[in-house]
Structures are given as structure tokens and as C-alpha cells.
Nanobody, 124 residues
Framework: QVQLVETGGGLVQTGGSLRLSCAIS????????LAWFRQAPGKQREFTAA???????YYADDVEGRFTISRDNAKITSYLQMNSLKPADTAVYYC??????????????????WGQGTQVTVSS
């Protein structure tokens, strides 16, 4: 079982930036798709961004152009750089990893390994 630990959440003002990190315990990461999902209070967990091992990245429409997903295979870490943050971005952010096929990349059910989540709060 791959273990993932997110850090980097916090409170930020509208327009600010945060960088989330996801440390992964298993070096087989290089074979996995890495993803970030988020869950706001009273809402379902939703896809935010994903990065395949071939380097292709995918984003939800409402974060495209503001968020950037990346990975450091040497450190076995995934990152989510979040810029121009809005109050609507307030949520618990989760990282996930799995050998996901492209058609399933935006589905939380396709990911077998999850972190515990980190809270991001954007004040207006």
C-alpha cells in the first residue's frame, strides 16, 4: 500500500498562492499517475489536476491556467502550485496515485492510494 502525506495547506487571501506537496513512500511512483482532488464542505470530492508518467497533465476547467501539477521523481513527491487563489478554491486537498488509464483519470474511484488531506482556506 502506497502511503501519501500532503503538506502546504493554510490560510491565504484572495489572489495569493500556495504550493502543496505530497510525499509518497513507494518508489514505484514513477509508474503511477499522480493526481490532486479537493472536497469543499457539503460537496463531493472533485478532480483538480493529474499528471501522467509520460508528462501529460490534465486540469479541471476552473483551475486551468492557475494551478500547476508537477512531480519530482528523485524526491518521490508531487506538487500542486496554486496561484490566483479564490474563495471558491477553499477545500481539503487530497493527493492520489494509481496506474490509471486515461479515460478514468478524472474519476476518484480510479485511484487506490490517498493521502489524509490538507486544508486550504482562501479568505475574501
Amino acid at each position: 500500500q502506497v502511503q501519501l502525506v500532503e503538506t502546504g495547506g493554510g490560510l491565504v487571501q484572495t489572489g495569493g498562492s500556495l504550493r502543496l506537496s505530497c510525499a509518497i513512500s513507494d518508489r514505484t511512483l514513477s509508474y503511477y499517475t499522480l493526481a490532486w482532488f479537493r472536497q469543499a464542505p457539503g460537496k463531493q470530492r472533485e478532480f483538480t489536476a493529474a499528471l501522467r508518467r509520460d508528462g501529460h497533465s490534465y486540469y479541471a476547467d476552473d483551475v486551468e491556467g492557475r494551478f500547476t501539477i508537477s512531480r519530482d521523481n528523485a524526491k518521490i513527491t508531487s506538487y500542486l502550485q496554486m496561484n490566483s487563489l479564490k474563495p471558491a478554491d477553499t477545500a481539503v486537498y487530497y493527493c492520489a496515485a494509481a496506474p490509471v488509464i486515461l479515460s478514468q483519470i478524472r474519476r476518484s474511484e480510479a485511484y487506490r492510494s490517498w493521502g489524509q488531506g490538507t486544508q486550504v482556506t482562501v479568505s475574501s
